[in-house]
């Protein structure tokens, strides 16, 4: 089975400062990771994906995601926090449901807080 | 700007009403999802369809009714809902038929008050 936990529900930062939002992964098989954001009453948008290149990811807006398969962990960081980056940010994993028939887990969120 | 687009943006029905929301993508993508998101929560997967047919039901009860007319197209029939169904609906398309690994493209969704 596949699963993923975000360990924080909330994180704030100051502007310009780094930010680091956690996600620890759960999976049976090589799992594939993604990072997605959502702004106040918008849609999903794909921050960055990992499926098993490279293990240091680099996403949209300056984010970027390491694999570590040892730790089971897909943090996402941003060395220089914006106030537009304040949004929910998701961890997902893909999963198997049954054979061949795939879905992908979401963990449960985590709210980024900008403060300037 | 989105490249799935969901109307209606907001929908207030009755519980008696009948209603629908539709999703509307233009990449060629074979993979059409509607997921179901309540307030400071994840999405949760609904339906799944691949090239046209309905792949994965999660389970959801017969008063929420997928329909997908052509590729481009996906379709979410409501009738006799619950007031514990209001949510923010949203809609998905992959060009991946194995989600797993494929880029999910959502829609700003729409948003359901059932009274």
């Known amino acids: 089975a596949q699963s993923v936990t975000q360990l924080d529900s909330h994180v704030s930062v100051s502007e310009g400062t780094p930010v680091l939002l956690r996600c620890n992964y759960s999976s049976s098989y090589s799992p594939s990771l993604f990072w997605y954001v959502q702004h106040p009453n918008k849609g999903l948008q794909l921050l960055l994906k990992y499926t098993s290149a490279a293990t240091l990811v680099k996403g949209i807006n300056g984010f970027e995601a390491e694999f570590k398969k040892s730790e089971t962990s897909f943090h996402l960081t941003k060395p220089s926090a914006h106030m537009s980056d304040a949004a929910e940010y998701f961890c997902?994993?893909?999963?198997?449901?049954?054979?061949?028939?795939?879905?992908?887990?979401f963990g449960s969120g985590t709210r980024l807080q900008v403060q300037p | 700007d989105t490249e799935v687009t969901q109307t209606p943006k907001h929908l207030v029905m009755g519980m008696t009403n009948k209603k629908s929301l539709k999703c509307e993508q233009h990449m060629g993508h074979r993979a059409m999802y509607w997921y179901k998101q309540k307030a400071k929560k994840p999405p949760e997967l609904m339906f799944v369809y691949s090239y046209e047919k309905l792949s994965i039901n999660e389970s959801v009860p017969s008063r929420f009714s997928p329909e997908c007319p052509n590729s481009s197209l996906l379709n979410l029939h409501l009738h006799a809902l619950q007031p514990e169904d209001s949510a923010l609906y949203l809609c998905a398309s992959s060009q991946d038929r194995t989600p797993n690994t494929g880029e999910l493209f959502f829609g700003e969704g729409s948003r359901l008050t059932v009274l």
């Open positions: 997902v994993v893909g999963r198997f449901m049954d054979t061949g028939r795939r879905a992908l887990t």
